[in-house]
């Protein structure tokens, strides 16, 4: 079992940044990928980025261009999403999950999902 956890998101204004931390407790973590995703009130969740269990692989989605980072601490049992150049459409609750596979984690199936963290950025 894998129990995620998700911090760092706050209040930030029109181009400014902030990382959010998935902190997961259990011994398997190693084995999973992991994926942020966000939804904002009134939408659906929808993809920001995932990084393999290796962490040799990530994916972002398209409306990231460029902007944010993922990144994973194998002694801190921890996804980072470093968030840049943030705009008033990235606010959203950011949520992380665990997936063993890699394709369905991509579609949007997690095995596990933390509670999530707000972002919002004001204009």
């Known amino acids: 079992q894998v129990q995620l956890v998700e911090s760092g998101g706050g209040l930030v204004q029109v181009g400014g940044s902030l990382r959010l931390s998935c902190a997961a407790s259990?011994?398997?973590?190693?084995?999973?990928?992991i994926g942020w995703f966000r939804q904002a009130p009134g939408r659906e969740r929808e993809f920001v980025a995932a990084?393999?269990?290796?962490?040799?692989?990530?994916k972002y989605g398209d409306f990231v261009q460029g902007r944010f980072t993922i990144s994973r601490n194998y002694a801190k049992n921890t996804v980072y999403i470093q968030m840049n150049s943030l705009t008033p459409e990235d606010t959203a609750i950011y949520y992380c999950?665990?997936?063993?596979?890699?394709?369905?984690?991509?579609?949007?199936?997690?095995?596990?999902w933390g509670q999530g963290t707000q972002v919002t950025v004001s204009s």
């Open positions: 999950g665990a997936q063993v596979n890699w394709d369905r984690l991509l579609a949007g199936w997690s095995d596990y």
């Open positions: 259990g011994r398997t973590f190693n084995h999973y990928n």
């Open positions: 990084i393999n269990w290796s962490g040799a692989d990530t």
